[in-house]
């Protein structure tokens, strides 16, 4: 496989990994989703580093989660036939 | 008009080309001519024999004002008016992607500039002053960074290209002269080189979002410095190859000079990213409304120290040691 094929699947699969876990179960006990997150005493309101963590995962699920299902689809099937 | 006093003058010609019926003789095959073979010079051709000029051979004369037809000026007219458009809908949609104004900066080099840049990369240690210079607009007040060519400091587009290009090259010639040349490597190279600077690129502009480093126009500026990363990796497999005889970049040799490599193009880094990473007034400019806690800031420019160090020599040695592998 070329270096290229290689780059799409290491994309596809770390947005798996952002996408696949489950908000209630897995994200709000490490306390990376969006409902439980605590602002400190004094913090500004989007400069702490978790809080763009945060941000950033709730947008990614948000977005990619379609696109996501069909580009897994198309790679499954890509594997069962001529992987 | 007022010329006429003097008496009948002939009428005033354009200057005809009196040879044009020749050319194309030059350029059609020989034709069968009885001339002795003692005339042939190695051209199939024959010389160009000054012909008598013909007295019909003014062959504009019928299409000489064919410039004066409204048809054509029409024709003209239109061409101009397409050509225009299409000019600027490529800008219009070059522009959109890549600001290419923005791009001409980076390339305004000069000799001297790139000499000393080289030697700046190679070499930091005894360099004093990293600060970009600033040239002062007419009005005093707005400030924009010099090109390349007044300001050693200055990030360049050109540096980065063409090593970019050598490096390419480099590795396609050092295995062909291993034998294994094939024309497929270019393509490998070329695509190992350009993923492993849209990685590094990728991964410096999510830690900018992660630590709320705005810099919406210094993106080219990160490019252009992940671009010199290919000098250090080209004089390392150079030397590394001639010292060992064309066996790999392996050996005591080769990972000394790559070490020095690694660490003047880290410290590079380090102190010409810092403008970008950690601008000195960043609370200064912000209004009275978001004065930032003196803790939080400092915390803040704590973490973004630590990622500058981050990138510089880790992120520098693990793409440099990918691309010094042959």
């Known amino acids: 496989m070329s270096i290229l094929g290689k780059l799409l699947y290491i994309t596809v699969l770390l947005l798996n990994a952002i996408c696949i876990p489950s908000e209630d179960r897995f994200l709000a006990r490490v306390g990376l989703a969006p409902a439980t997150y605590q602002r400190g005493f004094g913090q500004d309101v989007d400069s702490s580093v978790k809080y763009k963590i945060i941000q950033l995962i709730a947008s990614v699920r948000t977005v990619m989660r379609v696109p996501l299902i069909i580009i897994n689809t198309l790679i499954i099937i890509y594997e069962l036939i001529l992987g | 008009m007022q010329r006429a006093t003097y008496g009948r003058s002939p009428p005033l010609h354009h200057p005809v080309p009196q040879h044009v019926s020749t050319v194309p003789q030059l350029r059609s095959p020989p034709p069968p001519t009885s001339q002795p073979i003692a005339g042939y010079d190695g051209s199939p051709y024959p010389?160009?024999?000054?012909?008598?000029?013909?007295?019909?051979?003014?062959?504009?004369?019928?299409?000489?004002?064919?410039?004066?037809?409204?048809?054509?000026?029409?024709?003209?007219?239109?061409?101009?008016?397409?050509?225009?458009?299409?000019?600027?809908?490529?800008?219009?949609?070059?522009?959109?992607?890549?600001?290419?104004?923005?791009?001409?900066?980076?390339?305004?080099?000069?000799?001297?500039?790139?000499?000393?840049?080289?030697?700046?990369?190679?070499?930091?240690?005894?360099?004093?002053?990293?600060?970009?210079?600033?040239?002062?607009?007419?009005?005093?007040?707005?400030?924009?960074?010099?090109?390349?060519?007044?300001?050693?400091?200055?990030?360049?587009?050109?540096?980065?290209?063409?090593?970019?290009v050598t490096y390419i090259f480099l590795q396609a010639l050092i295995s062909g002269l291993k034998g294994q040349f094939q024309p497929e490597l270019f393509g490998y190279i070329a695509t190992t080189a350009l993923v492993a600077v849209v990685v590094e690129i990728l991964g410096l502009k999510l830690g900018c979002y992660l630590l709320s480093v705005s810099n919406e126009s210094q993106l080219l500026d990160l490019v252009a410095y992940s671009g010199y990363k290919f000098v250090g990796v080209i004089v390392t497999i150079s030397i590394a190859e001639i010292v060992n005889g064309g066996k790999g970049t392996g050996g005591w040799i080769g990972w000394t000079v790559f070490i020095y490599t690694f660490l003047a193009n880290s410290l590079f880094l380090m102190r010409s990213l810092k403008y970008v990473l950690l601008p000195e007034n960043n609370s200064d400019s912000r209004g009275p409304m978001q004065t930032m806690h003196p803790l939080d800031s400092r915390t803040k420019r704590n973490q973004r120290t630590q990622f500058l160090f981050f990138y510089a020599y880790i992120v520098q040695l693990f793409f440099m040691w990918i691309l010094c592998r042959s």
Do not use: C
């Not at chain 2, 040239?135 to 050109?158: K, T, V």
């Open chain 2, 47 to 164: 010389q160009q024999q000054p012909q008598p000029p013909l007295p019909g051979a003014n062959m504009f004369g019928q299409y000489g004002n064919f410039i004066n037809d409204p048809a054509a000026q029409l024709a003209s007219q239109f061409g101009q008016t397409a050509f225009r458009q299409g000019q600027e809908y490529i800008e219009q949609n070059v522009n959109r992607f890549v600001n290419v104004s923005a791009l001409k900066h980076y390339f305004v080099v000069t000799n001297s500039y790139v000499i000393n840049k080289l030697f700046l990369v190679l070499f930091p240690w005894r360099h004093k002053p990293w600060t970009r210079r600033q040239a002062a607009g007419p009005s005093g007040q707005e400030a924009w960074y010099l090109p390349p060519r007044d300001d050693i400091n200055s990030p360049d587009m050109y540096i980065p290209v063409m090593s970019l």
